[in-house]
C-alpha cells in the first residue's frame, strides 16, 4: 500500500491506518473461513469438472475427460487442484478427501485476503486515501466473493488475478509516464521486471478464465500504441514475450493432444449455444422474473444431437455448438435481443436467483431475507460505483481506471452473449468496490481531504 513501516518516527494517523489495513485483511480471512466452515459441501461438489481433470492428471499425467485429452476447461485451476491433491495425498492422515477441502477453503481464503490486500493498495495508489479501506471493506466483505470462496470453481483465484492484472498495469504505466517527461529510463532493470511481470500476468490470467482474454488483448493494444508514442519497443516486447511465455505452452500441448493450437478452451462453443437455444429463447419470454432456467431437457437434446452427428472429438464439439447456436440467433434475432437482456440482467442482478428447488427447500443465499440484505448491499455499491465513475472519468488517474473499467465493460459484452450468471461477475467486483469508495469520497468531500493529509 506504499506506507512506511510502523515504528516511534511514523505518525499515530498512519499506525491507525496500518492496524484498519491489517484488521480488514484479518475481516476478510474470518468471513471467508466461517463460509467455507459451513458451506463446506460446495469443495466437495465438483460442479464444473475441474477436480477430474486434476485427478486425470496425478494419476494419468495428462489433462483428460472422458479418457480423453482435453481443453474443456482453462488449466490453472487444475494445475492448482492437482498440487492441492497431491499434497493432501501425501499428508499423514487417513482422510485425503477431508484434507483436499481443507487445503482448498484454506487456499481460497489466502486468495481472497491478498486480493483485498490489493485492492487497498490500488486504491491508494489511485489518490483514494482513507477511502481505500472502505475499497478494501466492500471486498472483504462482498457476499459473492465470500460465498465462492466455498465453492470448487475459478471466481476466487480469478478476482484475485484481475487485481494482480489490474495492479501490474497501473505499475507499468508509470514507466510510460517517465518515459513521456522524457526521462531516461533504460538502465533501471524495473521497469524491465515491470513489464516481465506485466506479461505474466497477463498470461496467467488468460489461463484461469478464458473471458479474460479480450481484455488482455485491448490492453496489449494500449500497450502497442504506446510503444510507437513513446518509444516503448522494448519494453512492450517485454510484455508480449512473457505472455507468449506462459500461453504457448498450452497451445503447443492442445495442437499435439487434439489437433488445434487452442489458447482458451474448446467449452466457448457450448457455453454460447447454453445462451443461445431455442429453449431458452422460449424461457425468457415465458419464463418467471427472478427464477433460474431449467435446462435439463436443453441437456438431454444436445446430449442427442452429438450422438446423431457421430461426434467423437471436443473440436467437433465445439464446432457443431456454435454453429447450432450463431443458426438460432440469426433465425431469431428478437429473441436475442430479448435473451441479452437477461443474460446482462442475471450477471448484474442484485441478489443470488431462485432455483427450482428454492420454494421447498431454499438454500442459504435464497432465503428472502437473506436475498433482501444482499440486494440492498449491491443497490447501494452500484449507486456510489456509478458516482465514482463519473469523477474518475476527469480524475488524474483517468489511465489506470479505463484500465479496470474496461474490464467490467469487456465481462459485460461476453457475458451478454455467452451463458451469464451472478457469480461470472465476480473478477468485476474489486473495480467496483474501487469506484464505490471513489463515489464515497465524492459524496464526503472533507473526509476525502482528511484522507489526503494522511
Avoid at 95 to 122: E, H, I, K, N, Y
Avoid at 155 to 173: G, I, P, R, Y
Avoid at 362 to 368: M, Q, S
Avoid at 404 to 415: D, I
Amino acid at each position: 500500500m506504499n506506507l512506511p513501516q510502523p515504528s516511534s518516527g511514523v505518525p499515530a494517523s498512519r499506525r491507525r491506518l496500518i492496524v484498519a489495513l491489517a484488521a480488514i485483511a484479518l475481516l476478510a480471512i474470518a468471513v471467508r473461513g466461517v463460509a467455507v466452515w459451513f458451506l463446506a459441501d460446495g469443495l466437495t461438489h465438483d460442479t464444473d469438472g475441474y477436480r477430474a481433470v486434476a485427478q486425470s492428471l496425478i494419476e494419468q499425467g495428462d489433462m483428460l475427460r472422458d479418457g480423453r485429452p482435453t481443453a474443456w476447461r482453462p488449466p490453472l485451476y487444475p494445475l492448482l487442484l492437482a498440487k492441492l491433491l497431491w499434497i493432501a495425498e501425501h499428508l499423514p492422515t487417513e482422510d485425503a478427501d477431508q484434507a483436499f477441502v481443507f487445503l482448498v477453503g484454506l487456499t481460497q481464503v489466502v486468495c481472497g485476503a491478498l486480493t483485498v490486500l490489493l485492492v487497498a493498495r490500488l486504491g491508494w495508489r489511485l489518490g483514494l486515501g482513507r477511502w481505500s479501506l472502505l475499497a478494501a471493506a466492500l471486498v472483504a466483505c462482498d457476499p459473492l466473493l465470500v460465498h465462492q470462496s466455498a465453492q470448487l470453481m475459478t471466481e476466487t483465484l480469478a478476482t484475485l488475478l484481475a487485481v494482480v492484472v489490474w495492479s501490474v498495469f497501473d505499475a507499468f504505466l508509470d514507466v510510460s509516464r517517465v518515459a513521456q517527461r522524457g526521462e531516461f529510463i533504460a538502465p533501471s532493470p524495473r521497469p524491465r521486471l515491470q513489464a516481465v511481470s506485466l506479461g505474466l500476468a497477463f498470461g496467467l490470467a488468460t489461463l484461469c478464465r478464458p473471458t479474460f482474454l479480450p481484455w488482455v488483448a485491448l490492453l496489449l493494444l494500449w500497450l502497442a500504441w504506446l510503444a510507437v508514442r513513446q518509444r516503448l519497443f522494448a519494453h512492450v516486447a517485454a510484455v508480449t514475450a512473457a505472455f507468449a511465455l506462459v500461453v504457448v505452452p498450452w497451445a503447443i500441448r492442445n495442437w499435439i493432444e487434439i489437433g488445434r493450437p487452442i489458447v482458451t478452451t474448446t467449452h466457448g462453443g457450448y457455453t454460447l449455444l447454453l445462451a443461445n437455444n431455442e429453449r431458452f429463447y422460449d424461457w425468457t419470454r415465458d419464463g418467471a422474473w427472478g427464477t433460474v432456467w431449467d435446462s435439463r431437457e436443453f441437456v438431454d437434446d444436445w446430449l442427442a444431437r452429438k450422438q446423431a452427428a457421430g461426434i467423437e472429438n471436443e473440436l467437433d464439439e465445439d464446432r457443431l455448438a456454435r454453429q447450432l447456436a450463431l443458426e438460432t440467433m440469426r433465425a431469431d434475432p428478437a429473441g436475442f435481443a430479448r435473451a441479452t437482456g437477461v443474460r446482462l440482467g442475471r450477471f448484474w442482478n442484485f441478489s443470488p436467483h431462485i432455483t427450482a428447488h428454492a420454494a421447498g427447500h431454499p438454500a442459504p443465499l435464497e432465503r428472502a431475507s437473506t436475498r433482501w440484505l444482499i440486494a440492498s448491499w449491491y443497490l447501494a455499491e452500484f449507486a456510489l460505483a456509478l458516482w465514482g465513475l463519473a469523477g474518475a472519468a476527469r480524475g488524474p488517474n483517468r489511465a489506470t481506471w479505463l484500465a479496470g473499467v474496461l474490464l467490467v465493460v469487456v465481462l459485460s459484452v461476453v457475458h451478454g452473449v455467452y451463458w451469464s450468471d451472478l457469480r461470472m461477475r465476480a473478477p468485476a467486483m474489486p473495480v467496483v468496490a474501487l469506484l464505490a469508495a471513489a463515489g464515497a469520497r465524492r459524496l464526503l468531500p472533507r473526509g476525502a481531504a482528511a484522507s489526503e493529509r494522511a
